[in-house]
């Protein structure tokens, strides 16, 4: 509901605009609900005033020519404040000097009397329309405001701590803590290197996921194996499956190719199968299933490793989300993989779901819409 302010000396002006507007509805675009109008009045600008400094009103018609203060005296007094109010002024005496006038002086608007209730409805139709387009702008910059604050204090969390590290170690290295033997500080250089190429996967993730998110990233649709993209992603996590006895397995089932770019499928079967040796216990198993369904591909990842609760699994696809607990304390990561798993799906028409339990690990199913990359 909007609120109208009407002031006007005459009784008949003000009771002809609340007919006009106490059962007018309007719709403005991408605002779901009808929006109405709750009418209040006052008969001079002395009262208008009093009643806008209490609270403010979203339009204010206005008349010009009052006994007292006038209308334009009333908007001279009203261009200190900060409010959203549009202001319409009304008057019998319509003129270019008028009209310029009351512009400058900050109304939003002019109606002439005598007008028709039409007219009035189309004029606060207008107006109503611009009041709201504003607040919705308006409103989507103190969310991007706020998403840009939430996203730097996120980044500069996940910064600061690899960094801390490296610095630590380098700075016990400076200091001989170890002696002078080079060998004394191989543990403190590997570690150095893994908060290293931590940060790289993190800014990877992110050039990623932001050049997804925004349609800049160059994309190159062709025929590609699926199953031949997940032989080559297990690659990539073998040596750490190897070191850690985690047996890592493919099943493809008869023709997986589909038209897609081949760099985002390879993204998305890197980060789900790095999750699923990262999150897996020493000796565990993967088994990566691939398989036509229909119009889809669809890709089963499962692992016997540490497994999630309901909680955490319906926010493992938030951006910079980590399950932190005793047994993950020690897991490297960026927190983006799963947000980036989740917008590749999403240019091809698919879904990804999750099935999950505590200790008995975790199976993560992708649908990929064949031939309808977006």
């Not at 996967?201 to 996921?209: G, N």
């Not at 932001?210 to 349609?215: C, L, Q």
């Amino acid at each position: 509901m909007l609120h109208v302010l009407v002031c006007d000396d005459e009784m008949g002006m003000r009771l002809g605009v609340l007919r006009t507007l106490q059962d007018f509805t309007m719709r403005v675009p991408d605002v779901e609900d009808a929006i109405g109008f709750v009418i209040d009045h006052a008969e001079s600008g002395e009262e208008a005033l009093d009643k806008i400094r209490r609270q403010p009103p979203d339009i204010l018609l206005l008349d010009h020519k009052m006994p007292g203060i006038s209308g334009l005296e009333v908007l001279e007094q009203l261009s200190g404040m900060k409010t959203d109010m549009l202001t319409i002024m009304i008057t019998a005496y319509a003129s270019i000097e008028t009209a310029v006038a009351a512009t400058k002086q900050g109304a939003y608007d002019f109606l002439a009397k005598p007008f028709t209730p039409d007219e009035l409805r189309s004029t606060i139709r207008k107006t109503a329309a611009r009041l709201i387009l504003a607040k919705q702008a308006r409103k989507l910059a103190e969310e991007k405001q706020q998403v840009r604050f939430e996203f730097i204090r996120v980044l500069g969390h996940e910064l600061k701590s690899p960094l801390n590290a490296v610095g630590g170690y380098l700075e016990l290295m400076k200091a001989r803590q170890q002696g002078s033997e080079l060998a004394s500080y191989d543990e403190m250089i590997d570690r150095s290197l893994d908060r290293i190429d931590g940060m790289r996967k993190l800014i990877r993730d992110l050039l990623d996921l932001t050049r997804i998110e925004s349609g800049r990233k160059s994309r190159s649709l062709a025929a590609v194996d699926v199953a031949a993209t997940a032989r080559t992603a297990v690659e990539t996590v073998q040596a750490e499956a190897g070191a850690r006895k985690i047996a890592v397995r493919i099943r493809a089932a008869g023709d997986v190719s589909m038209q897609a770019d081949a760099r985002e499928i390879e993204m998305l079967l890197n980060n789900v199968l790095s999750n699923a040796v990262k999150y897996n216990r020493d000796g565990g198993s993967v088994d990566v299933a691939i398989e036509r369904r229909d119009s889809q591909i669809v890709i089963a990842v499962s692992d016997t490793g540490i497994g999630m609760n309901s909680e955490e699994v319906g926010r493992i696809f938030n951006e910079f989300v980590r399950i932190k607990n005793d047994r993950t304390q020690h897991i490297l990561g960026s927190g983006l993989g799963l947000a980036l798993v989740k917008k590749i799906v999403q240019l091809y028409d698919g879904a990804v779901n999750v099935e999950s339990q505590p200790d008995a690990g975790s199976t993560f199913t992708i649908s990929l819409g064949v031939g309808q990359a977006s």
